[in-house]
């Protein structure tokens, strides 16, 4: 019946939200993973060249002050890559109605632009090019691709700042290390490298769980057209 319909309509949006995000999450996930390897060898090689077992409790202290700061530094460059990657499409006149990647900060117009393109891809299988809907909804979604491009770079802009702003700290912590010896220095460089990588990787296992399970339950209920 019509309800079906709907159903198969909610289904279909789901899955094809849940498969864009699952190919993102793949291929960072493919790029993190050689990252965290190469990173736990020479983790591994230092070990096992100097002999080292733990550092100082002075050099611990003072990377374990700049460990959170390094991570959220990463973790805002990866952002930053999904804001141009985002910038690049919506400026693109050959991709005007792809569907945008995920933003780690959950932009709400980057997710209401891909809503009105799914609305799009599915109107298009009954619709022919002069429908009035069909119509309404292209200027719907150029008049939305115009404030994505401006939130977008308003985002970049900020983040930016906020990057410049913890570099800056990270470097004063980082002067301050000149007194310990070397080789305990580049101990715990690595490790927090190593668990920073980590902690990433599996932060996006988990999205990508999530994904997965998202595309997998296609259990019917009621969907509302608005």
């Known amino acids: 019946g019509i309800m ?11 899955n094809s939200r849940a498969s864009h995000s699952l190919k993102f999450y793949d291929e960072q996930i493919e790029i993190l993973s050689k990252q965290l390897n190469d990173a736990e060898m020479r983790f591994q090689e230092f070990q096992t060249k100097n002999d080292i077992i733990s550092p100082s409790q ?11 700061s390094e991570k959220v530094l990463l973790e805002l460059q990866n952002e930053m890559t999904a804001y141009n990657l985002i910038m690049s499409i919506v400026t693109d ?3 005007k109605y792809d569907l945008l990647p995920p933003s780690g900060a959950g932009i709400a117009s ?3 632009y891909n809503e009105l393109i799914l609305k799009k891809q599915e109107l298009e299988t009954t619709a022919n090019a002069d429908n009035i809907v069909l119509k309404n909804l292209i200027m719907q979604i150029d008049a939305m691709r115009e404030l994505v491009a401006e939130n977008i770079a308003l985002v970049k802009e900020n983040t ?3 990057i410049n702003s913890i570099k800056g700290l990270s ?9 310990v010896p070397s080789y305990q220095r580049e101990f715990i460089a690595l490790n927090r490298d190593k668990e920073i990588m980590n902690e ?6 988990e999205k990508r769980y999530n994904s997965a399970m998202t595309l997998s339950s296609n259990f019917p209920r009621g969907f509302v057209i608005d």
């Open 93 to 95: 006149p050959n991709r």
């Open 110 to 112: 980057v997710a209401q």
């Open 58 to 68: 002075e050099a611990m202290y003072l990377y374990s002050a700049d460990k959170e």
């Open 4 to 14: 079906n319909i709907y159903n198969d309509i909610r289904i279909e949006r789901k």
């Open 171 to 179: 470097g004063k912590n980082k002067s301050k290390l000149n007194q």
């Open 200 to 205: 990433l990787y599996m932060f996006l296992l």
């Open 160 to 162: 930016s700042n906020t």
